[in-house]
């Protein structure tokens, strides 16, 4: 699986961005997609996570209710929805890939590129 994350950007806290990820390969449907994110001097930390069908998530307790994580199997995509972003979700955001729905970065097996946020108070 190849990925690509896109739509990062700079917006003023309280607003927000749509994540994208599209990936490359016939196991995407079989995979568990996730977004993690990593800001300056600190270790990468998850986001969220959904399950092959889309069903199941799971949201790390700072961006609940505020993000959504989604997949669109036809297209090959998955996105998240950032909304009342705070200046503390500033990071560098990964989608990544793999086998079973964890919060462990060790769990998944492919990554994408990074898209920066920032977020201005």
């Known amino acids: 699986v190849q990925l690509q994350a896109s739509g990062g950007g700079l917006v003023q806290a309280g607003g927000s961005l749509r994540l994208s990820c599209a990936a490359s390969?016939?196991?995407?449907?079989?995979?568990?997609m996730g977004w993690f994110r990593q800001a300056p001097g600190k270790e990468r930390e998850f986001v969220a996570a959904i399950s092959y069908t889309g069903v199941g998530t799971s949201y790390a307790d700072s961006v609940k209710g505020r993000f959504t994580i989604s997949r669109d199997g036809a297209r090959n995509t998955v996105a998240l929805q950032m909304n009342s972003l705070k200046s503390e979700d500033t990071a560098v955001y990964f989608c990544a890939a793999g086998p079973i729905l964890s919060r462990n970065v060790q769990a998944y097996d492919y990554w994408g590129q990074g898209t920066l946020v920032t977020v201005s108070s």
């Open positions: 390969g016939r196991t995407f449907s079989r995979s568990i």
